[in-house]
């Protein structure tokens, strides 16, 4: 069974980057569209980006628009979030997840998910 596990998050400060990856633990045999999505304290899962098959289209939420870049490896089977500029407001719980599908906002849409690694911002 295929799972994804991130890696990279921790406590920073900000003003900060930092760059969280996720990984495939084991070859699916098919590429999916990925995305990360975040759940702060006490509040719903969001979208924050998401990247199709190729890594050319990519889409942002307005708060990571300018801030955020996702990109993917697909030889390493890994994608990854790297995040600048950060903020209080980003301390969450950030998730990757994985679809067949497209790139969609709704994380009932994604079939696979990570375990998920905390990010705290201090201010």
């Known amino acids: 069974q295929v799972q994804l596990v991130e890696s990279g998050g921790g406590l920073v400060q900000d003003g900060d980057s930092l760059t969280l990856s996720c990984t495939e633990s084991r070859r699916a045999g098919r590429i999916y569209v990925m995305a990360w999505f975040r759940q702060a304290a006490g509040k719903g899962r969001e979208f924050v980006a998401g990247i199709n098959r190729s890594g050319v289209n990519k889409e942002y939420s307005g708060s990571a628009t300018g801030r955020f870049t996702v990109s993917r490896d697909k030889g390493k089977n890994t994608v990854y979030l790297r995040m600048t500029m950060v903020k209080p407001e980003d301390t969450a719980v950030y998730y990757c997840?994985?679809?067949?599908?497209?790139?969609?906002?709704?994380?009932?849409?994604?079939?696979?998910w990570g375990q998920g690694t905390q990010v705290t911002v201090s201010a």
């Open positions: 997840a994985a679809t067949d599908g497209f790139i969609e906002r709704d994380s009932g849409e994604y079939e696979l």
